[in-house]
């Protein structure tokens, strides 16, 4: 395609293209071809060589361009494929995390359930002893009304007087402890004389 160009490029720079019929180039008596015909023909070569030159030089540097957007464009793939793999990776974490956290969940999902089920038959089991000691109260109060009274009364008494006897205790005790104190000092005395 482009030699066609060249040549259809190189016959126009030259005149050669002309709508009537061809004529036969003159020849000198020794059978050369005229200076200026084969000036013109030197010219046309000139020029299509410099055609050439920059059609050549154009496609290397287009083949260049080309070059250059190939090894970016490899470089870019390149990077994401680095991306792709690492986004499996994190898409793969991600996942086992959310497998952790549904058996996380189911576990605790059934510990609930069976915390519930002791939450329940401990509720019951309360429900039924606090029914058993209102109904022994009942029977007690029915039965000893006045004794278990009494017995509460003396109880407290005995109370009252426990605590009298340990203050007094106590007192006594803090009176021998200052008396042994006194007492060690006159030994210490005693004995320093």
């Not at 003159?26 to 200076?35: D, H, I, L």
């Amino acid at each position: 395609m482009i030699w066609s160009l060249c040549l259809l490029y190189l016959a126009g720079s030259l005149g050669a293209v002309r709508a009537g019929p061809a004529k036969r180039p003159e020849k000198t008596a020794n059978g050369v071809a005229p200076q200026q015909d084969v000036n013109v023909l030197m010219f046309g070569v000139i020029q299509f060589s410099e055609s050439l030159n920059d059609v050549y030089e154009k496609t290397e540097g287009k083949v260049a361009k080309i070059l250059q957007t190939l090894n970016e464009r490899e470089g870019a793939l390149l990077r994401l494929g680095e991306q792709t793999a690492e986004a499996a990776e994190v898409e793969r974490q991600i996942k086992e995390v959310i497998r952790l956290l549904q058996d996380q969940t189911f576990k605790h999902e059934v510990q609930t359930k069976l915390s519930e089920g002791q939450l329940a038959d401990i509720e019951r089991e309360e429900a039924v002893l606090q029914t058993k000691v209102q109904s022994l109260e009942a029977y007690l109060n029915r039965t000893f009304p006045t004794s278990i009274k009494e017995l509460q009364e003396r109880a407290d008494l005995n109370a009252s007087i426990l605590k009298g006897l340990l203050h007094l205790t106590q007192f006594q005790k803090q009176k021998i402890d200052k008396h042994a104190e006194q007492l060690s000092t006159l030994q210490r005395m005693s004995e320093a004389q």
